[in-house]
């Protein structure tokens, strides 16, 4: 079975642009069978697979959570990524599901800015999320019992590893912007120019 490649594009937080070049970024960077598809709420610019937003309907980040009712084997990618090398090993993952970690103190903390999984096997309820902060909180509260990390150093914060450690961004795999600067915003660096495209 082929992995599902989702992404979410909804609020007008991000423009259309982030969504072709992510498609873009991955059809470079993998050797491996996958499908793709954008869950948009303005499909306007969009030039991949897309389809409109699950149901229910929810606010902004909100929305991921109805990514674990499809049936696929899904790995789901923030639209704030610069992938850079090869991402053959995130289609390899023989897990149930799977997630990043965050950078820095909170390594205990889910990043879902990247997430594996197989929904069969994970399944979530949508009742309680005025309970929590963000979908990483609802998800690590729904799905702690079942906490793998992605333990690849070479997914790494622009934040943390590259402003912070100075390391080396092209030696990576993907640099992933949470918060901000956004990719857009760091277009003078010349491994941004190349590779966010």
């Known amino acids: 079975m082929n992995t599902h ?4 594009h909804c609020n007008g937080k991000y423009s259309p642009d982030y969504v072709n070049k992510l498609y873009s970024m991955v059809d470079r960077h993998t050797t491996v069978p996958y499908d793709f598809t954008c869950y948009t709420d303005n499909p306007t610019g969009i030039n991949v697979p897309h389809l409109p ?9 909100w929305n991921k959570l ?3 009712k499809l049936k696929e084997h899904i790995l789901f990618l923030d639209l704030d990524i610069i992938i850079i090398n ?7 993952l023989n897990e149930d599901f799977a997630v990043l970690r965050c950078p820095s103190y909170r390594r205990h903390k889910f990043n879902t800015t990247i997430i594996f999984f197989v929904p069969s096997k994970c399944r979530i309820q949508i009742n309680d999320i005025h309970r929590h902060y963000s979908d990483q909180e609802y998800i690590q509260a729904h799905l ?3 906490k793998v990390f992605i333990e690849d150093l070479r997914i ?3 934040k943390y590893n590259i402003l912070q450690l100075r390391q080396d961004p092209t030696k990576a795999k993907i640099v992933y912007c949470h918060g901000e600067p956004k990719p857009h915003e760091l277009t003078h660096l010349p491994w941004v120019q190349e ?3």
């Open 66 to 68: 109805n990514f674990f």
């Open 156 to 158: 790494v914060s622009y």
């Open 144 to 146: 702690k019992a079942k």
């Open 5 to 8: 490649v989702v992404c979410l």
């Open 53 to 61: 937003l699950l149901e229910p309907v929810m606010t902004g980040w």
């Open 195 to 197: 590779h966010w495209r």
């Open 86 to 92: 090869n991402i053959d090993s995130l289609f390899m």
